[in-house]
C-alpha cells in the first residue's frame, strides 16, 4: 500500500512538473527584458518629452516598466517620432500605439491617467505569457 501512496504522490508530481513547464510565463529572463527596454528606452527619450514617473517591476520570467511623461510637451508629433523610433530598433507595429519586440509587448496610452495633478502619457512595457502569444500572433 505504501509504494502505490508513493507511486501516485511521484506521478501526481510529474504531472505537475510538465504542466508548469508546458505553462511557463515567457521563455526569456525579466531581467534580459528589462536591459533590452532600458536600452530602447534610452533612444526614445531622446526624442523629448518630460518625464515625471517610472515604474518597474521584474521577477524570473515577468516584466514590466512603465514610463510616464507630462502631458505639456507630449503631441502627436513626439507620439510618431517614438513610434519610428521603436520601429528602427526592431519593434514591429501590431495596432495604432501598440508595438512588439521579443515577446514585449509597448501601449503607447495618451490622456488616460493622472499624476500628482498632472495629466500624462504613458509608455507602458509588459513582458509575460500574455504579451509573448499577443506579438506572436
Given at each position: ?84 523610433t521603436l520601429q528602427e530598433l526592431g519593434w514591429v507595429l501590431r495596432a495604432p500605439k501598440v508595438l ?38
Amino acid at each position: 500500500m505504501e509504494g502505490r501512496l508513493f507511486t501516485a504522490l511521484f506521478a501526481m508530481l510529474a504531472c505537475l512538473v510538465v504542466y508548469r513547464l508546458s505553462t511557463g510565463n515567457a521563455p526569456l529572463r525579466g531581467e534580459y527584458v528589462t536591459q533590452f527596454i532600458e536600452s530602447d528606452l534610452a533612444q526614445v527619450l531622446q526624442n523629448g518629452g518630460k518625464v515625471i514617473d517610472r515604474t518597474s517591476r521584474v521577477n524570473l520570467n515577468l516584466a514590466f516598466h512603465t514610463v510616464r511623461f507630462m502631458d505639456e510637451g507630449w503631441s502627436a508629433a513626439l507620439r510618431d517620432r517614438n513610434i519610428a523610433t521603436l520601429q528602427e530598433l526592431g519593434w514591429v507595429l501590431r495596432a495604432p500605439k501598440v508595438l512588439c519586440k521579443m515577446g514585449v509587448q509597448l501601449t503607447i496610452g495618451e490622456g488616460q491617467s493622472m499624476y500628482r495633478g498632472q495629466g500624462t502619457n504613458s509608455l507602458a512595457f509588459v513582458y509575460d505569457r500574455g504579451s509573448v502569444k499577443a506579438c506572436a500572433a
